[in-house]
């Protein structure tokens, strides 16, 4: 028998999904439970019973059936996520991502994804700490049986709702009531209706017409008597139906959005579209904000408000989403907490973490010998040029020349010459007038005016070389390849690949091997914290212990000081020595328990000073492993969003052996050509079972 406390309801999830639409009154909902919750199988008896008396339709039952297993699962994914908390697996906040992330799942693909799969996949915790927690929760074993649980009937598994759907039961319709009447339900029974049928009786009263509503339950929000004594007299309710009772529509929650005063999108993708054309979106203006502006603001979440329906059953709502606003270098909060401000004049950015900062910037003559290797967590403008074997690290880098350079940008990167034998990665777009000899990996578009020769390049975005030639080289670009002229007659042939985002794959793969390590420090840090703390119970165990015997000590010196007084110096001489010792002794042992309780506050003293600056470390590595993930999340999100084009457009000449690679099918240029336009397509045959797809590289002349 199910176990009514499971819920916190007298009703199985079933019930209570019924009772939250408005698909059934309490009353009636009593009387059924009443009739099941004795039987083998009492969830699948109440779904039987409800259907049987039409007091469910069954797409409403199909559909309570589906949302109850979601609903135990959710259930059971918070108990999991708890118990990840209570381990020191993960943080509040994570969790707090990890269940948002398995909400949009759901929304995305209309299938929820296990919340331990959901925190393995991001690196989180490790399979064995999801295997752990599961086998807490006795999940591990796939018998529903040998959990102990109760199967919830499948609609296509009962005889009795497979009848009930071949027999066509319109799921908005109650039976027909006496005295000529039937009475509908809008929407999770927020409104009930009475219609008049060819038998209508004209004798009915209106008290007549409230205790039938009665009798179904209908007690909440009846309208005025004089309204349904016109109902009674009208002609017109043959045709439309009349509205005899209105509940309270609930109030949906507003979630909390986040503002911005300043552009997010700088890395929006340059697209080719199909007929090769280039969606250019060039660099414009650099985004400035001067100190104290306002470059965020939260506006708070507005909780929604329950509602009733006309069986006089509560309608919750779910809780409204909040929104975490964060900041780093250049930026602050404001004294509401609501905004974020510019602490510094300087550029706004938004991480892929979601924390907001602004750059100021450092401008250097040469990269060289002077001024050795350049890590700035700003813009870096370079006058002159990057010199060979030197790096430049630092968020957008603007640079007149770099030869033989190491680059690191976490934003833009702009040349106003050329790119020699250089060593790239940008997060945003490049521009350069050359790249010669390099290798670079970006996340958004490359513009170059002049050529690509011997390089190789991984970008996210589009490749443009509108007036000059791809040499020799191999390039992969997710949203497209434009060139003036690919390959000369002399070069090896370049490999040209599109549609495909490696950039985007290997950085998930960076990202999850930096979760991965800042989990383990992590847990390193849980470790010591715990011994930390054993040991500081140690020390005020003993520090306790050290003070009860000097406490004692000094009790017993009073007390001897007080014999010693009382005894005759001639008479008890022998007496008197023994309690001589005796006070000696007692001092000694308060002497060194005084001396090891000072050694003891001491090493209480420092370990407490060691917690603290570790639970500052752990704190820092928490927030660290928050940035990391929301990162994940954010950059999976965006690659979703921006589906890959194969697309190679050359507007000049195309040189035969080129080598052009998209997600299912290639191609090697067997001839020069002119003016040529390459795209992916597919090609669907059908098979004698089943449709099989083929892909196939397709050449259109320009």
Known sequence: MADPKEFDSPYPVIGQLALKHGLVAKEALDLAWKACMETS???????????????????????????????????????????AIEKGYISTGLLKLALDQQKQELIQNKRSKLLGDILVEAGMI????????????????KSNQDTGEQALPSPESSPKIEKLFTQGFNPTTAASLERGMTLTFAKDAIAAFLSKTDDFDETITVQEIKKLLARHYIVFGIVDDTLINGFIKSKAFKTKPFRVALGIKPQRPVDAVVKYFFITNRLKVGEIDEKGNIDFRERGKIPRVAADDILAERIPPLEGVAGKNVFGNNMPVPPARDIKLKYKRGAKFSRDGLKIIARI??????????????????????????????????NVKIKGCIQNG???????????????????????????????????????????????????????????TKEIVESTIETGGACIINQGSIIASTITAKMGIKARHVGTERSIPSSLIVGKDLFVLKEIAALKKKIIRIRQQIMDAGEKKQNLEAKLRREQENASRLAHIEENSMAMQKETLTQIASLNPVKNQDELNLMRTRLQTLKQEASEAQEALSLGFETVERVTEERKILLKTLSA????LEDLIQELINLKKWT??????????????????????????????KRDLQRTTIREIMLTSPGKDQTQDKWEMQITPG
Not at 127 to 141: F, S, V, Y
Not at 349 to 376: A, F, M, P, Q, R
Not at 621 to 624: F, L
Not at 650 to 668: C, D, P, R, W, Y
């Open 640 to 669: 979703r969003e921006n589906p890959g084009i194969a697309l190679v457009d050359v507007t000049g000449s195309l040189m035969a052996k080129t080598s052009i690679m998209g997600h299912h099918a290639e191609l090697k240029v």
């Open 126 to 141: 490790t399979t064995r700490q999801c295997n752990d927690i599961l086998k807490e929760q006795n999940r591990l074993k």
């Open 621 to 624: 590595q928490m927030e660290q």
């Open 345 to 378: 004049d300087g550029e706004p950015k938004l991480s892929w973490s979601g924390s907001i900062s602004v750059l100021d910037e450092i401008i250097i003559d040469n990269v060289d010998y002077e001024t050795g290797h350049i890590d700035y967590p700003g």
């Open 390 to 448: 030197f790096k430049v690290t630092g968020e957008n880098i603007r640079a007149n020349e770099i030869d033989g350079g190491i680059i690191h940008a976490d934003g833009n990167l702009s040349v106003g010459g050329g790119i020699n034998e250089a060593v790239i990665y940008a997060k945003g777009k490049i521009w350069a007038k050359f790249i010669h000899k390099s290798t670079i990996r970006c996340l958004g578009d490359i513009f170059t």
């Open 41 to 83: 199988e009492p969830v699948s008896a109440l779904a039987d019973y409800l259907l049987a008396h039409q007091l469910v339709s069954p797409l409403d039952m199909k559909r309570i059936l589906t949302a109850s297993r979601a609903m135990k699962m959710r259930r059971k994914d918070v108990k999991f996520g708890t118990l």
